[in-house]
């Protein structure tokens, strides 16, 4: 959808990315031939059905996001925001607009997991936390070893992305309920040199944990899914 901001031809799905969403499918075809041998509508089925198709698009709008946070970037070369010129600002502003956008959908698509997760195990993990992330989800898998080969490969891919997951955490944490997270280093700067220039976060740094994100977030929702094709085959 944004490709065409850049003159660019739709995207074919490659990767991470393409394996997650043919897991998705197959799992969507695995319930419609359930469907299909039962010969008459089960709402239970149509819901999985459209979780499914929920984590399709959100996976598409990550990648989006990612993807123009990205090309933006690189119309950036300044390293102090009182150095650029205004079509310099505006591709700045705009790059963390969409990183911004991607590190909000990325934590979605995990708690969106979480609650799909929780419901269809029957975790009841609201009882324990009524707030709860994909990460309480996963104790309380193995808490209560309920899908344990499941649980132990997600706890491996979130022990995996563990460093970069926590700095993309913290910085979701302040923009969430701090303040913009592009203007923390200002605050910090403006308290030890009030009349020091206004910093650039370091761009690249922030996109390869946000690529390792994506990366993790792709494989967990393969993960999930063909664990779950596989099962529900018979």
């Not at 944004?2 to 003159?7: E, L, V």
């Not at 991607?102 to 979605?108: D, E, V």
């Not at 913290?170 to 203007?183: D, F, K, S």
């Amino acid at each position: 959808m944004f490709r065409i901001y850049f003159n660019e031809e739709r995207r074919q799905d490659s990767g991470v990315l393409a394996d997650a969403n043919a897991s998705l499918k197959r799992y969507e075809q695995v319930l419609e031939k359930i469907e299909n041998r039962s010969g008459e509508a089960d709402s239970r089925l149509r819901c999985l059905q459209v979780w499914a198709k929920g984590f399709t698009r959100s996976l598409d709008e990550l990648e989006q996001s990612l993807y123009c946070s990205r090309k933006y970037s690189e119309l950036v070369s300044h390293e102090f925001i009182e150095e650029m010129e205004e079509e310099e600002l505006d591709n700045y502003h705009r790059h963390v607009y969409f990183y911004k956008n991607a590190l909000i959908r990325l934590f979605s698509i995990l708690d969106k997991m979480g609650s799909f997760l929780d419901d269809l195990l029957k975790l009841e993990t609201g009882k324990v936390m009524p707030r709860f992330s994909y990460f309480t989800v996963l104790r309380q898998m193995h808490e209560r070893e309920i899908a344990s080969e499941l649980e132990q490969k997600l706890f491996d891919l979130k022990n995996s992305c563990k460093g970069p997951l926590n700095r993309l955490r913290q910085q979701r944490n302040t923009e969430i309920h701090a303040m913009n997270e592009e203007l923390v280093d200002d605050v910090w700067n403006a308290k030890e040199s009030p009349e020091a220039q206004s910093p650039v976060e370091n761009i690249q740094d922030n996109l390869k944990d946000m690529e390792q994100g994506f990366e993790m977030v792709c494989l967990t929702v393969s993960t999930v899914f063909e664990s779950l094709a596989s099962s529900q085959k018979g």
